[in-house]
Nanobody, 126 residues
């Protein structure tokens, strides 16, 4: 059974940091692209970043230079290090998996991902 479980969300002050984790089970990360998405109240879900199955990563312009995605295939876990957090980063963050590689910004489209976690809340506020 494919399962993705996010953790690491919480409350952070503006300028602070959080690290999100996405633990996968029921499949091997090696052959999957893993994406991070977020959804703020009243807004559509948007792509934040992905790490491709063949290496390489991509970031939305809104987080470029502040967020870093990484994967540990041995632990079947993907991380999202979030630094210099802003109030506009407040959202529920989801990780998602799709089979195969990704090469472009198009892979930040939620509809391309077959498997989703339940989400973790990130709130940035003073």
């Amino acid at each position: 059974q494919v399962q993705l479980v996010e953790s690491g969300g919480g409350l952070a002050q503006p300028g602070g940091s959080l690290r999100l984790s996405c633990a996968a089970s029921g499949f091997t990360l090696d052959y999957y692209t893993i994406g991070w998405f977020r959804q703020a109240p009243g807004k559509e879900r948007e792509g934040v970043s992905y790490t491709s199955s063949i290496g390489g990563s991509y970031y939305a312009d809104s987080v470029k230079g502040r967020f870093t995605i990484s994967r540990d295939n041995a632990k079947n876990t993907v991380y999202l290090q979030m630094n210099s957090l802003k109030p506009e980063d407040t959202a529920v963050y989801y990780c998602a998996a799709r089979s195969g590689a990704c090469f472009s910004a198009g892979c930040l489209t939620p509809g391309l991902y077959a498997y989703w976690g339940q989400g973790t809340q990130v709130t940035v506020s003073s």
